[in-house]
């Protein structure tokens, strides 16, 4: 790169878009491309979650926290996929948004057509009864100590909109303790029962009116490596059988290679995103996972770079860009040599 002209995302490429758009287009050109700009779907049209932009700023003593800084988010119906970040990332307050506990500052929030932001009382209630599942990582929190494991999943079937009789309650209940392999449990209390055990019965409960979404907050983090498998089990067996979407906050390493996405939140915003797909040996009929990491870009067109590859190179405040035909690359700051 020696003249000025081919250096940084000013450079070449970004002078044949200006020569392009200088050739004053026609009034019939303007009102296509305005035309088509209107037309386009909408950002997250066709997924069960969208998180626009989201923002949420905590102020406590007039310090204020912002734990969600513009945080874009699509996941579509059917998914099961993890969120990982280090303490402090924001994943608990995303959480808590998508579960109807809390509201958002700024953005967009939508889970299964229900507006988040502007939701009233009555239906954010009926949105936290019917809409959405949780599990959290107390299995205290999950549970209500003084009922059986069968009457803690007919809990929720009776305080729900579409209510069913009481038979068809207790059926429901123990034909979702039957799926999540705890049948047995469905007259003990939880104080009788292990940590696994709680969790898949939560994991019953969360079910118990069918939700659209299911969110899990950190659901193995009491339990040892191996219940920990077993209950990401039955989180698979959940999406697998009933078709539920299934958000599960992990820090469990074990878990987050598990799922075939994983998207890593870094200061409030998704920073980077895993995508594992099975590929098949043709000849031997092995099958390999394949796991292929991705930076995320926002529509501003911002990208977090991993920490790890900026740390790496040294890369700090500027970076010098250059457009390639088929991509972009990004070096250190070198004005100071030049
Ligand atoms: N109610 C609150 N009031 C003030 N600040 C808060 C509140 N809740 C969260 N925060 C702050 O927001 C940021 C994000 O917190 P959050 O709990 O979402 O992180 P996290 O990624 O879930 O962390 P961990 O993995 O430790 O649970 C942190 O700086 C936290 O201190």
Same mark, same amino acid.
């Given at each position: ?12 490429? #970004? =002078? ?13 050109? /303007? ?33 204020? +926290?912002? !734990? ?5 988010? $699509? %996941? ?7 969120? +990982?970040? #280090? ?13 109807? /506990? ?8 939508? %889970?299964?057509?229900?507006?988040? /932001? ?6 954010? /209630? ?5 809409? %959405?599942?949780? @599990? ?7 549970? $209500? ?27 429901? #209940? ?7 392999? %705890? ?17 898949? +019965? ?31 089990? !039955? ?7 009933? =078709? ?10 074990? @878990?987050?290679? *598990? ?8 200061? =409030? ?10 590929? +098949? ?7 390999? @996972?394949?796991?292929? *990491? ?24 500027? @970076? ?19």
């Amino acid at each position: 790169m020696t003249t000025t002209d081919s250096v940084g995302p000013t450079g070449s490429a #970004a =002078g044949s878009a200006d020569s392009a758009g200088s050739a004053s287009p026609s009034f019939a050109d /303007l009102a296509q491309r305005a035309a088509d700009r209107r037309d386009r779907p909408a950002y997250g049209h066709d997924a069960l979650i969208t998180c626009d932009r989201l923002v949420r700023i905590f102020s406590t003593d007039g310090v204020e +926290v912002q !734990a969600l800084q513009g945080l874009d988010l $699509l %996941v579509r119906e059917g998914e099961l996929m993890a969120l +990982v970040g #280090a303490s402090g990332s924001g994943k608990s307050t995303l959480m808590n948004i998508l579960a109807g /506990l809390d509201t958002p500052t700024a953005g967009a929030a939508r %889970v299964a057509g229900h507006d988040l /932001l502007t939701m009233g009382a009555k239906d954010r /209630l009926g949105y936290r009864r019917e809409t %959405v599942g949780f @599990v959290w990582q107390q299995t205290a929190r999950n549970l $209500l100590p003084y009922l059986t494991a069968a009457q803690n999943v007919a809990l929720p079937m009776q305080l729900g909109v579409s209510r069913k009789g009481r038979r068809a309650q207790a059926r429901r #209940a123990l034909e979702l303790l039957e799926l999540l392999e %705890v049948a047995e449990c469905r007259d003990r209390r939880p104080f009788q029962m292990s940590g696994g055990q709680q969790q898949r +019965v939560a994991i019953a409960v969360a079910l118990a009116n069918d939700p659209s979404v299911l969110l899990a907050d950190e659901p193995t983090g009491e339990l040892d490596s191996h219940t920990a498998e077993q209950i990401f089990a !039955a989180f698979r067996t959940a999406n697998e059988r009933l =078709g539920t979407t299934i958000v599960i906050v992990t820090h469990d390493q074990a @878990v987050a290679t *598990e799922v075939r996405r994983t998207v890593a939140i870094r200061d =409030g915003r998704t920073s980077t995103e895993v995508l594992r797909r099975t590929e +098949v040996d043709a000849t031997t009929g092995h099958e390999t @996972v394949v796991a292929r *990491e991705y930076a995320m870009l926002d529509r501003a067109g911002r990208l977090q770079l991993p920490a790890e590859y900026t740390e790496a190179l040294g890369m700090r405040d500027r @970076v010098a860009l250059e457009l390639e035909p088929d991509h972009i690359g990004i070096w250190p700051d070198d004005s100071e040599h030049r």
